[in-house]
C-alpha cells in the first residue's frame, strides 16, 4: 500500500510547502509557474494520527516579520500565527466541500426516495431509516452553513443530482432490500473514502504547519473535527447496510460497482462545476 | 543621465509591486474566511495613480489623458501609465472593484429596523444596488465611455466576472444563504437587473436619480413575480406528481 500512496502524500506536501513562502508567492507568483494540483490520493488509508497535540505549539518563527506589511499572519488568542492560505489551498478547500454538500444531498435524497417502498415490505426497518435519514440531514445542514459562511458556490448540477439520487435510491428501494443496502454500502463507501481523503490532506497541512509553529485556525481545526465525526457516521452507515444483507444482492458486483462508478463520476464533476 | 535612469529604477520598482496575477487570484478567491485578513486589491503605486486619475475622469473622461494626469498628481511620471497593460480598462475595473469592496462598510444595516421588525433580504438588496448605483453618480456623464470600454471583446469576459462578483457581493451583504440552485438564479437575475439599470442610469435626467430607482423597483417587481409564478409551478408539479404516486400505491402497486 504505501506504493500507492506516495503520490497522494507528495502532492499534498507539496501544497503545504507552497504555502510556507506565501510571501514570494505574493511578491512573483508568475515567477513560480505552479501547475494547478487537485489533491487525490488512494483509497482505504485510514488517517490514524491524531490532532490534539496541535495545540503545543510554542516557538514563533519570525523569519516572515519584515514581510508583515504584505502578508499579516495575525495571531490567534493562544498567541499561535495564523498563516493565509495558499491559492492551491484555497481550491481545494472550495472544490472539497462543494463536493460535500453535493454528496449530502445526495444521500438525504436517497434515503428518502428508498424510505416508503423499502418500509411496505420491511416494516422492521423504519427505525434504522430514521435514524440514517437524520443523521444525513444533520450533515447536508452543516455543510449548507459551512457552504454560506465561506461564500463557496454550490455545484451547478444541482438540480440533476438531485433528480439523479431520488431515481437511485427509489429504483434500488423497488427491486429489493438487499439491492437497496447494496446501494448504501457503494454509496457510502465512496463518501467515506472521500472524507477520508479529506481529512489526511487538511491534517497534512496541520502538521507541516506545526512543524513552523503554526496552527491551522479556527475554523479549520473545527472543520478537521466535523468531517471525522461526518465519516465515522457514513461508515456506520456502512455496516448497517452489511448487516442488513446488502451482500446478497442479485448483480452484487454489477450494482455496487456501477453505482460506485456513479458517485466517484459525480465527485469529479462536483468539483468541477 | 539621471533623467534616463529614473524612468527605469521606477519600472523596476512598480514592476516588483505590481503582481497582476496575484490580483487576479485575490478577486477570484474561493474560500473566504474572516479568520484570515485580506490582503489589499491593488498595489499602493498602483492604486495611487489610479485613485488619482479617477478624480480627472469627470472632466476629461475615461482616457489615456486622464491616467497621465492622475500619474502626475501620484507623484509618478507621465511613462509610468505605460505599465498598466489594459490601460483605460484598468482604471475602470479599478473603479468597479473598489466600489464593489466599498459597500460593506457604505451601507450598514441596523439589526432592528425603525419600526422594530428587520429589513427582508428583498429590502437589502434594494438598497445595497442603489447605494452601488449611487457610487457612479459622480462619473455618471462619462459612464457610457466606460460602458463601450468594457464591452469590447478583450474585456467582456473580465467584465462579466466582475458583474458576477458584484452580484454575489450584493447577496452576501444582504444575508442570503441559500446554497442550492437559486444561488445561480438570483445572482443571473440580479446581474440583468443590476446592468440594465446602470445603462437607464447613464440616460436618466431626473433629479436625484429618481426614475433610476423606480426603474430598479419594476424590475425587482418583475422578478419576484417571476419568481413567484415559478415557485407556484413546480410546488403544483411537486403535488401532483407526489398525488401520483400515492395513487398507484393505494391501487396496490409496489412502487
Known amino acids: ?273 | 543621465m539621471a533623467s534616463a535612469r529614473s524612468p527605469s529604477a521606477l519600472l523596476g520598482t512598480f514592476r516588483a509591486a505590481s503582481h497582476r496575477p496575484a490580483t487576479a487570484w485575490r478577486q477570484r478567491c474561493s474560500y473566504h474566511s474572516q479568520e484570515y485578513t485580506q490582503p489589499p486589491p491593488f498595489p499602493p503605486a498602483e492604486s495611487a495613480i489610479l485613485t488619482s486619475a479617477l478624480s480627472h475622469v469627470p472632466s476629461y473622461g475615461f482616457t489615456a489623458d486622464a491616467l497621465r494626469l492622475g500619474a502626475r498628481d501620484a507623484g509618478y511620471m507621465d511613462v509610468s501609465t505605460n505599465l498598466l497593460p489594459r490601460g483605460v480598462f484598468d482604471l475602470i475595473n479599478y473603479h468597479l472593484v473598489t466600489q464593489r469592496l466599498a459597500l460593506k462598510s457604505t451601507v450598514q444595516f441596523p439589526s432592528t429596523g425603525d419600526q422594530g421588525k428587520k429589513l427582508g433580504t428583498g429590502a437589502k438588496v434594494r438598497t445595497l444596488t442603489l447605494a452601488r448605483l449611487r457610487a457612479n453618480e459622480p462619473l455618471i456623464h462619462r459612464w457610457q465611455e466606460a460602458l463601450a470600454i468594457m464591452a469590447q471583446p478583450s474585456y467582456a469576459s473580465t467584465s462579466l466576472a466582475e458583474l458576477a462578483r458584484l452580484a454575489d457581493e450584493i447577496w452576501y451583504l444582504a444575508g442570503d444563504e441559500s446554497v442550492d440552485s437559486s444561488w445561480y438564479t438570483k445572482r443571473a437575475s440580479l446581474s440583468a437587473i443590476y446592468s440594465a439599470t446602470e445603462v437607464f442610469m447613464t440616460q436618466d435626467k431626473s433629479k436625484n436619480f429618481i426614475e433610476t430607482e423606480q426603474f430598479l423597483d419594476s424590475r425587482l417587481g418583475d422578478v419576484m413575480k417571476m419568481g413567484g409564478f415559478i415557485g407556484a409551478l413546480s410546488e403544483w408539479a411537486d403535488y401532483t406528481a407526489h398525488s401520483a404516486v400515492n395513487v398507484l400505491r393505494s391501487k396496490g402497486m409496489r412502487v
Open chain 1, 1 to 273: 500500500m504505501p506504493s500507492a500512496l506516495l503520490p497522494a502524500r507528495s502532492l499534498a506536501r507539496a501544497a503545504v510547502r507552497s504555502a510556507q513562502h506565501p510571501v514570494s508567492e505574493c511578491i512573483a507568483p508568475c515567477r513560480m509557474a505552479r501547475p494547478r494540483r487537485r489533491f487525490h490520493s488512494t483509497p482505504a488509508n485510514p488517517v490514524q494520527s491524531s490532532p490534539t497535540k496541535r495545540s503545543v505549539a510554542a516557538a514563533i518563527p519570525q523569519d516572515h516579520a519584515e514581510h508583515s506589511d504584505i502578508t499579516t499572519p495575525h495571531n490567534t488568542a493562544a498567541g499561535t500565527p495564523v498563516q493565509p492560505l495558499s491559492q492551491e489551498q484555497h481550491d481545494f478547500l472550495d472544490s472539497a466541500l462543494r463536493v460535500n454538500q453535493a454528496g449530502e444531498l445526495a444521500a438525504v435524497l436517497i434515503y428518502a426516495a428508498q424510505t416508503p417502498p423499502l418500509l411496505r415490505a420491511h416494516p422492521h426497518l423504519k427505525g434504522l431509516m430514521k435514524h440514517m435519514h437524520d443523521q444525513e440531514v444533520g450533515h447536508f445542514r452543516y455543510f449548507n452553513s459551512i457552504l454560506a459562511k465561506h461564500r463557496i458556490r454550490p455545484t451547478a448540477m444541482y438540480p440533476v443530482w438531485h433528480a439523479a439520487a431520488t431515481v437511485l435510491g427509489w429504483g434500488t428501494a423497488v427491486i429489493g432490500k438487499e439491492a437497496a443496502m447494496a446501494c448504501t454500502e457503494a454509496v457510502e463507501t465512496e463518501i467515506g473514502t472521500h472524507y477520508n481523503e479529506q481529512v489526511r490532506v487538511l491534517l497534512d497541512w496541520a502538521d507541516k504547519l506545526e512543524a513552523r509553529g503554526e496552527t491551522l485556525g479556527e475554523e479549520l481545526t473545527v472543520l478537521i473535527e466535523e468531517l471525522r465525526r461526518i465519516r465515522d457516521e457514513e461508515l456506520e452507515h456502512l455496516d448497517h447496510a452489511v448487516e442488513n444483507d446488502s451482500k446478497e444482492a442479485k448483480p452484487y458486483e454489477l450494482l455496487t460497482n456501477v453505482i460506485r462508478g456513479g458517485c466517484r463520476t459525480a465527485i469529479w464533476i462536483s468539483e468541477k462545476v
